[in-house]
């Protein structure tokens, strides 16, 4: 890590310290202290009960006999990634996998605080739920019609279907399209980048998933030598997906494998300076946020722009 000049020490998340402080950092640095008051939502978020009802697009499991063998070991999670589950929560099959559990998406929302997020990849909604506690007005694009009907019905059970704009749309057509816009139209603050990393198989060095039968000992040591590249993002690759998003905000939140790396995301901030956009010979700090639950790492949320700690007055 040391080496990498622009990328600072991780934070850490661990869901115990959460729930002590609301959020843990091992930089100790308060967040989003001098971020102006005006991007801060501060007022307390009252739930608003709509209905919005998917329950014919996919099964509500309530016993694991009810589960493909393939999704059993996210169903035994579930609570973890919508605590409010048993009141109807719907997730399909990439749902199952790739939902960012609630805790964590709660740590991210409270770290992009702004008036207007974008998330463009919401997948069932863990993220863009917990968005609409934090920002004023959330954007949640999906290109998957299914993905987006079960995102608004779960964000109907948190009572806050309201607060989000649902776009069915392709994100690469959507940036275009904004980007070639009349300046009126309202501005993005910062983007939520959770792309599909390639399914479940993305943990493995060959792009194919490793048979559920391998052993325990095999997969870590498989893990341990395997490093994920953006290369295997989609629906284009990482780094161009970032290349695009700067050009809507320079405050970018990007959810990565829990083994990208590391080369791959400090030069992500390197491209600042070699397209000629940094407007100071400054060297702008990535912060690599680890996400853990209990003694599992789960991901990475790298923080760009103005949501790097010490780095608020570029927002
Ligand atoms: P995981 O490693 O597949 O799950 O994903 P888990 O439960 O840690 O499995 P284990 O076998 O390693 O124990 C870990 C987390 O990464 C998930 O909870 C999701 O939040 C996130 N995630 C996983 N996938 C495959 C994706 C993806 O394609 N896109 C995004 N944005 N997030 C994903």
């Not at 739930?47 to 063998?69: F, G, I, M, Q, S």
């Amino acid at each position: 890590m040391g080496k990498k000049p622009n990328l600072t020490g991780l934070s850490r998340f661990l869901p115990q310290d959460f729930l002590n402080s609301n959020a843990t950092s091992l930089s100790e640095k308060p967040q989003n202290q001098s971020r102006s008051a005006k991007k801060c939502k501060t007022e307390t978020h009252v739930p608003v009960r709509t209905k919005y009802d998917a329950t014919a697009l996919v099964p509500h499991y309530t016993t694991t006999h009810e589960v493909p063998e393939n999704l059993q070991k996210y169903f035994s999670q579930r609570k973890r990634y919508f605590s409010l589950y048993d009141q109807g929560c719907l997730l399909d099959e990439e749902g199952w996998y790739s939902v960012t559990p609630e805790n964590i998406a709660v740590q991210i929302a409270d770290r992009c605080r702004c008036d207007t997020i974008l998330d463009p990849f919401c997948g069932v909604g863990g993220n863009a739920i917990a968005f609409a506690k934090t920002c004023e007005h959330v954007i949640a694009l999906d290109i998957s019609p299914t993905r987006l009907a079960l995102a608004r019905h779960n964000a109907a059970i948190y009572g806050v279907a309201d607060r989000i704009e649902f776009i069915l749309a392709d994100y690469i057509s959507f940036a275009n399209a904004y980007l070639s816009r009349p300046h009126s139209t309202r501005n993005i603050d910062v983007v939520f980048l959770s792309p599909p990393w390639g399914g479940p198989g993305y943990i493995s060095t060959s792009e194919n998933n490793v048979s559920a039968d391998s052993n325990a000992d095999f997969q870590d040591e498989l893990e341990a030598h395997s490093q994920y590249s953006l290369s295997r993002i989609q629906p284009i690759h990482g780094a161009d997906l970032f290349r695009l998003t700067k050009r809507i905000s320079d405050n970018i939140a990007y959810f990565l494998p829990r083994n990208t790396d590391l080369n791959e995301i400090s030069a992500l901030g390197l491209l600042e300076k070699d397209e000629g956009v940094t407007p100071d010979d400054k060297p702008r700090m990535i912060e690599v946020e680890e996400e853990w639950m209990g003694s599992k790492l789960k991901a990475l949320t790298c923080y760009f722009g103005g949501l790097v700690a010490g780095q608020e007055h570029v927002f």
